[in-house]
């Protein structure tokens, strides 16, 4: 909505003051938005934490954590097919009235569990929001866990937002093609997030799967560079959904294990803390993709650079961490 307004502003104003009021009002906008967003995590980390047995923990975080590549698979495939019949104007208000309408939904459903031994404070002071990132950088294995969420999830969003540019412009797929490869990568996160979370509750220990999972992200990110306008479109698919799979599959099990790190009675201070390099990461990771393609003209060689960090931090976690010590689970 807010880009309606903007876009209609900018194209009507006479004076030199509207173009940074606009600017101005998109700014507002997006930290509003961002600052919903951002609640998400150590809220309901809170809530299923308490609530969730040990034993299924990183898989019922798992499939909490599809909502976001179920959002974006639906929207890759809706959107381009919105915007043959409707102006994108339209388009923006269609995704503004879903939300509106999923909050409604949402709103009887609302329950509030506090953590063991906190007190309820009507006033935020600016240790909420200073205290958890100071946390997180304290000691080395909460710093390894800010980094993994910062080069992850750098890697995750530009995937996601810059594969049907990719697909279109460079590859010359049509903008529904693109679109339906990227639906498909989307579905393959989903299944990989609950896959992920299974494998870490009965098999695998969470700090190895993390690790493989950030150097699959590396060889499936430079393998986009193989990808050609001769690749026959099934070929593409497959890639796209497997470099889907390994990019977005690691949220769950990340979340869950921040949260059975975290201190008793602490899970929402430090998965807060830990959000604020997920969502940093999702700030750098588009951008930084933007400026390789500005310089290079290549998407294929944005999506190798960006694999390089995962790379890195996938191996510094298949390292032991003798600073690591999970905390006594109730029940467990």
């Known amino acids: 909505v807010a880009g309606w307004v903007a876009a209609g502003g900018a194209g009507t104003a006479g004076t030199p003051v509207a173009p940074l009021l606009l600017a101005l009002w998109l700014l507002a906008t997006g930290i509003v938005f961002g600052t919903g967003y951002g609640l998400l995590n150590p809220v309901s980390s ?18 909490k954590q599809t909502s976001v590549p179920m959002g974006f698979g639906l929207a890759g495939v809706a959107f381009p097919f919105l915007l043959l019949v409707l102006p994108w104007q339209w388009v923006c208000m269609v995704m503004a009235a879903v939300l509106v309408l999923v909050a409604l939904a949402i709103n009887p459903l609302r ?85 992920l979370g299974a494998i870490a509750d009965l098999w695998v220990m969470p700090r190895l799967q993390l690790g493989l999972v950030g150097i699959a992200t590396a060889i499936f990110s430079l393998s986009m560079v193989a990808i050609t306008p001769q690749w ?16 977005i599959a690691w949220n769950g099990v990340f979340i869950a294990e921040t949260a059975a790190l975290a201190p008793a009675g602490r899970i929402g201070h430090y998965t807060g803390g830990v959000q604020v390099f997920i969502s940093l990461g999702a700030m750098l990771g588009p951008g930084l993709y933007a400026l390789i393609v500005t310089f290079s003209d290549s998407y294929a060689l944005a999506f190798a650079l960006l694999g390089i960090p995962p790379l890195l931090v996938g191996i510094l976690f298949l390292l032991p961490d003798a ?10």
């Open 111 to 195: 329950l509030v569990v506090q953590e063991s031994g906190q007190s309820r404070r009507q006033l935020l002071r600016w240790s909420d929001f200073s205290n958890p990132l100071r946390d997180v950088l304290a000691t080395r294995t909460w710093r390894h866990r800010a980094l993994m969420a910062l080069s992850y999830s750098a890697t995750q969003t530009a995937a996601t937002a810059y594969t049907v540019s990719f697909l279109n412009l460079e590859i010359g797929l049509s903008l529904i093609a693109a679109g339906s490869v990227f639906a498909i990568a989307q579905i393959g996160g989903v299944a990989g997030r609950i896959g």
């Open 323 to 332: 600073d690591s010590r999970r905390r006594p689970q109730a029940g467990a």
């Open 232 to 247: 026959p479109l099934i070929a593409i698919t497959v890639l796209c959904a497997l470099f889907g799979i390994v990019s």
């Open 46 to 63: 809170n809530v299923l934490f308490v609530t969730t047995p040990a034993a299924m923990r990183s898989l019922v975080f798992s499939i």
